[in-house]
DNA sequence: ATTAAAACATGACATTTATCATATTAAAGG
DNA sequence: CCTTTAATATGATAAATGTCATGTTTTAAT
């Protein structure tokens, strides 16, 4: 990320999407400090904001946008294991680990984000308990979903896994006023979250429009059968 | 867990599987406590230490032998998420999200492990900022692990998946005298790490011996050519 | 607006993997 | 020790998925 992306943004205490990450925990004084300690950053789609292997020494709080964790498996292709949005944190694990981080991050839409230096965040972190546990929860919920992933990748077929991440993206970014999905993803990229190959990805979404599943139009998808697609992904 | 489990075993202070884990930081009047609080059980090979859903209310300490955690899946079949053993502890992600286990934990072999009631835990959580540090870091481990499998999973043919996992058993739990794998699993159990159909597994692992990979007699396996072993995983 | 590049789409085919059937072997219980 | 059951093994086949080729559409840059 270069120098040039810093911007001056507002106080933390009047930040709204601070109430949704582990910060909601930090006292008018923490955050008094902390508006001084951050740098506001836009970050365009497409830009990558660190890479795996990276040493980042502390931690961005999205204000606006979404963006991919991904990783580079052994064949060469990304897979992407998360998609994080507004109000969410990056980068807590490898800070408490105290190791590179082993994912890279790479901006879906345009965002504004927030980095807080490491120093700062730890100081938080000895010194708020409440802080510290919501770092932890967030964490072991990360882990829990992790798990959740693993075994569907391992035991669900493509097609199931494919409906599945339909509703999980319905869900979890809802959807435009003309009923698409609000997150935008190429189908390179949908296929590299199912794990499957593009084409096949393609394909199958081309079944799913067959079926009335789904409606297509460029990038947009429209889900038009959801109980249909719940049966699909099991 | 059935009660008539319990018996004594020695104290805390004394243990030296403590050494491994995240216990390794508490004081000695913490360990002296820590003794009257625990309650030491003998786990048959095959019995259930706890179940996904069921609430657990504290974690267990690995002094003895290896267990599988495991998922179902939509299918009814269990996946295996991770094998743990001697010095780890079970049921952490759990205590600190307050909610029940999201997998089961399974004997593989006949253990010995302690467990230790929530409120316990807790108090050294509290109290003891290089304890809840490591127990923090342990778990960041296992989220990082928890991606690199996923990536496998999604990315990895199950050829190379088993080749990766036969060394991953062997440099995790080491080989006997007779240098076969020290864990031994059911082809079925294998199978169910890999995440394919117990036949794939078995027929994988025919072809392996064929091609002077590993040796097979009964349940023992021994790997007979580890470089060549890696180049099938990749 | 024009052109080049990237993304999308689909057919043809190869490969991988799952499933079903059926032996064979090993393990466990009476 | 015998008998029953579970685990291992292998063949035959079907189904799922990947790969390569190629054409179309969309997007981005000049």
Redesign the interface.
Known sequence: MSPKNIIIMSKCEQCIVREFSSLKALTKEELLKLSDCKTSHIIKKGEVIFEEGENVNGIFCIKDGICKLT?L???G?D?I?KLVTKGELLGQ?SM??D?PV??SAVALEDMQVCFIPKSDVMGYF?KN?QF??NV??T??????E???????????TVK?RLAETLLYLHDSFGKNEDESLRIQLSRDELASI??TATESCIRLLSDFKKLGLIELSGKKIVLQDIAKLKKVA?
């Open positions: 990783k498996s052994a064949n292709k897979h294991v694990r408490i680990s190791e082993n994912l000895d308990n510290s546990m932890m929860k964490i072991c919920g990360d882990l829990k992790a798990d959740d992933h693993m075994v569907n990748l391992a035991q669900k199931e199912i794990g099991e």
